[in-house]
């Protein structure tokens, strides 16, 4: 405005991206950099500094919001999912794409460690599974099936619901499946078998939200009265299918 001060609007939309700004390696207390920009996969928050630019006296902070995209429902890629896992001893689990920033870094010892540490750049701190593998291998560490992730303030791991950062990548391998019901509508499930845990709400067989789809054809899907499918096992009324 006339006075030399910036007006804050509440939303900005960059037209380009912006240079990083400072690497640092994660740590189990955040990074050990003030500046860390260059060293993560995506922000949170992103702050505008006091400055005699924009007229300033407190720092203005933005939250990042994701640009749109479409995900696919059903993953096609062979090996490219992984479970993470809810922290705390009742912690439900779920498939995460490895390629997408969705969950915290928990590295453990050696193999067959099944205790795990966090380590990151930032409080509540979400990196894709090859980032979090590349952190553990700089640290002499890996990602493991950890059954044991003591709560971390810094990182934003601290048991309870809507308390941090609740999801951990591990290395366990987990499997995007079709559920479909007697009037031919559709869930996806997650089997994460391979965990002590049960598969987090909205993607498990008993929590589970159905949709209506176009089958190809003249309609037909799998039902239960005719065995379901070659590719799928009969569950209750239900067919379940990979």
Same mark, same amino acid.
């Given at each position: =405005?006339? =006075?030399?001060?910036? /007006? ?7 037209? #380009? =991206? ?8 994660? &740590? ?5 950099? $003030?500046?860390? #920009?260059?060293?993560?996969? *995506? !922000? %949170?928050?992103? %702050?505008?500094? !006091? ?5 300033? $006296? ?7 919001? /994701?640009? @749109? ?6 993953? @096609? $890629? ?26 915290? &870094? ?10 795990? *540490? ?7 701190? %979400?990196?894709?599974?090859? &980032?979090?593998? #590349?952190?553990? *291998? ?11 992730? !003591?709560?971390?303030? /810094?990182?934003? &791991? $601290?048991?309870?619901?809507? #308390? ?10 987990? /499997?995007?499946?079709? +559920?479909? =019901? +007697? ?18 709400? %909205? ?10 789809? *176009? ?28």
């Amino acid at each position: =405005n006339g =006075n030399n001060k910036c /007006r804050f609007q509440s939303i900005v939309i960059l037209d #380009e =991206n912006l240079e990083c700004d400072g690497s640092c390696l994660p &740590t189990p207390m955040g990074g050990d950099q $003030k500046t860390c #920009e260059c060293s993560i996969d *995506e !922000p %949170r928050v992103v %702050r505008l500094d !006091p400055s005699s630019e924009t007229g300033s $006296k407190n720092p203005v902070y933005y939250e990042y919001v /994701r640009p @749109s995209c479409v995900s696919m429902a059903f993953e @096609s $890629k062979k090996d490219s999912l992984s479970v993470v896992k809810e922290i705390g001893a009742s912690g439900s689990a779920m498939c995460a794409e490895k390629e997408l920033p969705v969950g915290g &870094t928990a590295c453990c010892n050696g193999e067959g460690s099944s205790s795990a *540490e966090s380590v990151c750049v930032f409080l509540s701190e %979400r990196v894709s599974f090859y &980032t979090a593998k #590349e952190r553990c *291998e700089a640290i002499g560490k890996r990602i493991c099936n950890w059954s044991s992730l !003591p709560a971390n303030a /810094r990182c934003g &791991t $601290k048991p309870g619901k809507w #308390e941090g950062l609740q999801f951990q990548w591990t290395n366990s391998p987990c /499997r995007v499946q079709a +559920s479909v =019901n +007697s009037d031919g509508d559709v869930a996806v499930i997650h089997d994460v078998s391979t965990q002590n845990a049960l598969a987090m709400g %909205r993607v498990s067989e008993a929590g589970a939200t159905y949709f209506r789809v *176009e089958w190809d054809g003249n309609g037909d899907y799998p039902k239960t009265s005719d065995g379901c499918s070659d590719a799928c096992t009969i569950s209750g009324s239900k067919c379940i299918c990979d």
